[in-house]
């Protein structure tokens, strides 16, 4: 009888297979996620098995993802999962795939909320997340901050389905209220006063949508990326009807597209409610998050 594979010359011959086909970089860390997926396993179980029997009955899964893989699809679309600050989230491909740049605009609006939790003498502090695809900004900040409340909206209702099941997963959902509609407009329908606004909006121009990598453009929702002609009409959606809220938010923190953080921080000091603007810059340099605090702030 032929002497069956072990889960680590399962793993070879994964990575060399992807290796040949065109659309993987990082081989091996795509093949331990996959191998993760099929085996329903974490990672320390996976190397504590990695000499053990591959379970034959497991085999097919495994081809089929590694197929899909090589046909172009994102990883996280297969495993259905991905890490953002430390947490794992359900992603579909009814949600953008949360990059890690994202990370930082969480842990700047945390900053500068705990400042304002400070400066206002209050703990709950209320905050909307625009566009919030897999729920991952608001359903972050709520594991870091027990005490804030949170409005997390989004034209999709898939993606609210799949935010509102991160949320369970994570044991949130009490302190999030979920709302399908159009950038502010539900939030202005209900007059409600907002302490912060966060928004990581679709921002890259139309005309460029068509140029992004493969993996993005033809299976990331067009809906999360598209940012209208010249990227931006969220960002002036947005500015627009933060003014004409009950009152305007204390914080603004938005995520950007390479070589946009300057235009959306004029268009903040411009709006007349957010006189001090900071932008943040990420890992590669890029200046990626345009924070605006409202004028009380510049006393
Ligand atoms: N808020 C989500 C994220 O940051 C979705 C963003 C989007 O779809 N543009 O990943």
New binding site residues.
Partial sequence: MEKPLTIREAYLQASSFLSTTRNTQDVQHVCRLLLEHVLEMDRSELLLSWQEPFPMERMEALQQALQRKAEGVPVQYITGEQEFFGFTFRVSPA?????PE?ELLVERVQYWGRRLSDRLGKHSLKTA?I???????PITLALLEPDWQFYAVDLSPD?LGMASQNAELHHVRDKLEFIEGDLLQPLLERQVDIDILI?????IPSTDVLELQPEVKDYE?L???DGGADGLRCYRELIEGAGQLGRPPHIIGF?TGAGQAADVADMLRAAGNWDRVEIVKDLAEIERHVIGLGNEWAL
């Fill in positions: 949600v953008l795939i949360p990059r994202t997340d566009g919030t695809g897999s729920g991952i900004i993606a928004s990581n909006p679709p921002y929702p809906l999360a990326l995520e």
